[in-house]
């Protein structure tokens, strides 16, 4: 009888030592492993039931989660796009930061509350060698010695593109009273912008189309190399957008910034 009480107490012993297999989704509440990943929540404010993915995920059908996704909160330099259908079809966007209520995320006149049903996690790569960004050191060094690099017009809100990463290059602001929804009538703009800067609380989304349409990305922070950003079906965004909206205080009010 002792004998076979020691080989339980071994056994049980054994399996507890055996290492899991770690799997994506990840569930539960621990961040303190930090690093770049996203977390879906079923309620806005990052509550209630949570699910979280790594750079490298490529989710085509968020099972339970599909179409009940309310908040978004992003770590590190982790950039998600989204899909309101399985299999990465119909309408996308990318987020490369929290977002504590999609019900205040609008695209086509709706809300992307509940909407979400495919994903695919990547990761901001900080270093050299972008996605086959023209030209080479000579060309951007002439680059500078034509544009130098200045400080912006006097924003409090708005928003400044420039042509050549690390905000270099011609460049343009806009503090929201302009239609920008085809910015080929705007200084020739469309598909020619490598970098933007974001001021105050204003939030921007960049279209690849004219008109707001296409594939789109929601910026409310700095981005000095669009070659880096991925997602909604475009390789990266570098000269690529051709249509902006922009959204401030009011909106950030009801994000409780």
């Known amino acids: 009888m002792r004998r076979l009480s020691a080989l339980v107490v071994a056994l049980l012993f054994g399996i507890a030592l055996t290492p899991q297999s770690q799997a994506a989704p990840q569930f539960g509440r621990e961040r303190g492993g930090g690093g770049d990943r996203i977390c879906l929540y079923k309620d806005i404010q990052y509550q209630g039931m949570e699910q979280c993915y790594s750079p490298g995920d490529s989710i085509a059908t968020l099972q339970s989660f599909s179409g009940r996704t309310s908040s978004i909160r992003i770590s590190g330099r982790a950039v998600v796009t989204v899909w309101d259908e399985t299999n ?23 809300s992307w509350s509940d909407r979400i049903s495919s994903l695919q ?27 130098p690099a200045q400080p912006p017009q006097q924003l409090r809100e708005g928003v400044c593109v420039y042509e050549r990463p690390n905000f270099e290059g011609r460049s343009q602001c806009w503090a929201g009273t302009e239609d920008l929804s085809d910015l080929g009538r705007l ?71």
């Open 88 to 110: 990465f079809r119909g309408h996308t966007t990318v987020f490369s930061q929290s977002v504590p209520d999609l019900g205040q995320v609008r695209l086509e006149g709706k």
């Open 187 to 257: 200084g020739n703009w469309s598909d020619r912008i490598a970098s933007i800067r974001v001021f105050g609380r204003t939030t921007v989304i960049v279209y690849r189309d004219i008109g707001f349409r296409g594939a789109s990305m929601i910026v409310n922070r700095d981005m000095p190399d669009l070659s880096q950003i991925s997602g909604g079906g475009i390789r990266n965004w570098y000269h690529q957008i051709s249509s902006i909206q922009l959204e401030g205080r009011e909106r950030d009010r009801r994000f409780g910034r």
């Open 121 to 147: 996690v990547a990761s901001e790569n900080g270093g050299g060698g972008g996605f086959g960004r023209p030209g080479n050191s000579a060309n951007q060094e002439r680059e500078r010695e034509r544009y």
